[in-house]
């Protein structure tokens, strides 16, 4: 078991900004891909961004290129999500999510092995 926690959310205008962070407590992260997904109301858990282990490869979903960023601190067992230009549909509970066993970064919640309890982000229009 890999205990992830994420923090970060809250409430933020739209047009805003916030950086989620998710930290890693009792092993490392540093060989593991990392991915971000989250769930708005009513919605099924989806996609948002991956990164490779050594952070040579990202992906991201349609709907948040060019205003997300992932990134990861190995040193710090940390992996981070920099949303800019947030919308209110950008309005879910963020989770972070780690898969050992690959080398890319995946973009299938199917592929992650341990997974946050999740943070808040509520955007306002």
């Known amino acids: 078991q890999v205990p992830l926690v994420e923090s970060g959310g809250g409430l933020v205008q739209a047009g805003g900004s916030l950086r989620l962070s998710c930290a890693a407590s009792?092993?490392?992260?540093?060989?593991?891909?990392m991915g971000w997904f989250r769930q708005g109301p009513g919605k099924e858990r989806e996609f948002v961004a991956a990164i490779s282990w050594n952070g040579g490869i990202t992906e991201y979903a349609e709907s948040v290129k060019g205003r997300f960023t992932i990134s990861r601190d190995n040193a710090k067992n940390t992996v981070y999500l920099q949303g800019n230009s947030l919308k209110p549909e950008d309005t879910a509970i963020y989770y972070c999510?780690?898969?050992?066993?690959?080398?890319?970064?995946?973009?299938?919640?199917?592929?992650?092995?341990?997974w946050g309890q999740g943070t808040q982000v509520t955007v306002s229009s």
């Open positions: 009792g092993r490392t992260l540093s060989s593991s891909a």
């Open positions: 999510a780690a898969d050992p066993h690959t080398s890319w970064a995946p973009v299938r919640l199917s592929e992650y092995v341990y």
